[in-house]
């Protein structure tokens, strides 16, 4: 084969592509984006030395987490940019080395591992990757760890752009890829894996606050999905320093900005509701994009990950920056200490574009993250004592193309009327436009925001464990299910079980890299599940099951 990925949940029969990615990626990036990995290993190893003697630094802690964030789905197409990120971490991982005194003579250790000829490179990828690893239950292990290290990175760079660091961050990323590279054993694999679910949840903490001290704490909001007659650009993504960098620079332009995608939570932050040329969502989830995009008329910002293989009739007025990339396409370079990225040329194009076609009217509900449920909790609780409310069922985490996963519409739709959503990721665009009414005045979707946010249905659920007196976080009325796409999935999946939570549905399927004995680990001891019929899922979910 010339390649091999099985990261997310669309890979090819669920066991993994092996000729081009399901995403749309080639075996050469897909290849390079192995050797970055292997590479940022071998940071780990003089990093993680460092790090228990220490003296690890911030800037290889920032490489680390930028470099895990481009080898997630859907972030980086752009093969030059990933091998100017491999010839960085050689020239880290060389000062580390160094620096630390060790003296090391296995793979890691040679800078052989890239060339400036990619085809030599591709030759040899299949002595790196993860089908290298000859040992199914290991490789497993292996790749949950890292795949939940790659959700841990993106988010601690989200966290990163605006100020907020933790070095412990850093110092277990370093430790955990080391750990990759020694012989361990099942449990002390599985002991890094639990590690990096309380990790997940210190780095989201961390989000949360950078994102609620920067731009104050989510509001319930409606937001307008409806177009105005000045001309638009569209910002997807994640990142809200890209949002208020745009905002700024197009403020009295006559220039409108529209969310798409998981950038629609931006609409509940107060710090942007000052900016009148902020319109509101435009279309829908990820992989609508093509669609979205075409329509909108104007110029696109992508801003982190999701963006799919783009359209002729659009290709010319898309723009990526930071960790995202495209082959052929104008990215806006990294802002300057200090300073902010230059949106000009976007802006320029905007004004020459056509207003976006109308694809829908009305608005939608969503900012109740948790500063915002703990302002309702008197309601909320009363609503469960009372009876009115039976059942609250999180059905957070990601979005996708497979028809199967019209699973969680179904289900939003089914369940009874007494029963409210939690939500957050780009999966509430499955129901969050549904006419599901509201209980008492609480509407049945609460969303919470992006996927990060999924936090915040953490710390709800442990404020309302703490306000009923229980336990145990499994006593309290809430259903889990969830569904998963990428890694930053996996890094919230983690931090789910971290906190203990058990009996968790997952779909629209297990992870392709789950073997037979991890899957089983994952059953007996937190009850994990694959999602099954609409009916009977509701039917188990209702009872508590």
Not at 504 to 512: E, S
């Amino acid at each position: 084969m010339s390649m091999f990925c099985y990261q997310c949940q669309e890979t090819a029969k669920n066991t993994g592509c092996t000729v081009r990615g399901v995403c749309g990626k080639t075996e050469e990036t897909a290849n390079m984006q192995d050797l970055l990995l292997h590479v940022l290993k071998g940071i780990g190893i003089y990093g993680a030395d460092l790090s228990r003697k220490g003296s690890l630094d911030k800037d290889t802690g920032r490489f680390i987490i930028k470099a895990l964030f481009s080898t997630i789905t859907n972030a980086n197409f752009d093969t030059d940019r990933i091998a100017g990120l491999i010839r960085e971490g050689l020239t880290i991982r060389e000062r580390l080395k160094k620096k630390s005194g060790l003296q090391t003579k296995d793979m890691h250790d040679s800078a052989v591992w890239y060339t400036n000829d990619i085809s030599e490179f591709n030759k040899k990828a299949g002595e790196i990757g993860f089908l290298a690893i000859q040992d199914e239950d290991v490789r497993s292990l292996r790749s949950v760890l890292l795949f939940g290290l790659k959700g841990i990175g993106a988010y601690a760079e989200h966290a990163m752009m605006l100020g907020y660091e933790d070095d412990t961050i850093y110092s277990f990323l370093v430790e955990a890829l080391e750990s990759t590279t020694k012989d361990l054993t099942v449990d002390e694999m599985v002991s890094w894996v639990m590690k990096a679910g309380e990790i997940a949840v210190k780095t989201m903490a961390l989000l949360d606050k950078a994102n609620t001290e920067t731009y104050g704490n989510p509001e319930v909001t409606k937001v307008n999905i409806g177009v105005r007659s000045n001309p638009g650009i569209l910002i997807s993504g994640h990142d809200l320093k890209d949002m208020e960098e745009l905002l700024e620079q197009t403020r009295g332009t006559g220039v409108d900005v529209y969310t798409h995608g998981e950038m629609l939570p931006a609409n509940y932050y107060p710090a942007f509701k000052k900016y009148d040329n902020f319109v509101g969502n435009y279309g829908g989830s990820w992989w609508h994009q093509n669609q979205d995009f075409e329509s909108l008329n104007g110029p696109i910002l992508m801003t982190t990950n999701c963006i799919i293989p783009l359209k002729d009739s659009y290709k010319d007025r898309i723009f990526t920056t930071g960790m995202t990339g495209y082959p052929g396409v104008k990215h806006i370079a990294d802002r300057r200490e200090g300073g902010k990225k230059d949106f000009s040329e976007i802006i320029n194009l905007s004004k020459k574009c056509r207003p976006p076609v109308e694809l829908e009217t009305g608005e939608i509900i969503g900012g109740f993250a948790h500063d915002q449920i703990f302002k309702l909790a008197d309601k909320v609780v009363e609503a469960v004592k009372s009876g009115a409310v039976k059942r609250f069922v999180v059905m957070a985490g990601c979005d996708g193309r497979q028809k199967t996963r019209s699973y969680f519409t179904e289900v939003a739709e089914n369940l009874p009327k007494d029963t409210i959503i939690l939500t957050a990721g780009c999966a509430k665009y499955r129901y969050n436009k549904l006419k599901l009414g509201d209980i008492g005045g609480i509407p049945r979707v609460l969303d919470a925001g992006q996927c990060n946010d999924s936090y915040s249905l953490a710390v709800i659920a442990l404020k309302l464990k703490e306000v009923f007196g229980l336990n145990d976080i499994n006593e309290l009325p809430i259903s889990y299910d969830i569904a998963w796409y990428e890694q930053k999935a996996v890094a919230v999946l983690l931090a789910l079980l971290y906190l203990g939570v058990k009996g968790i549905r997952l779909g629209p399927t297990l992870p392709g890299f789950l073997s037979p004995a991890v899957a089983k680990v994952l059953v007996d001891n937190f009850d994990i599940k694959p999602v099954g019929g609409v009916k009977e899922d509701i039917e188990a979910m209702m009872a508590g099951k």
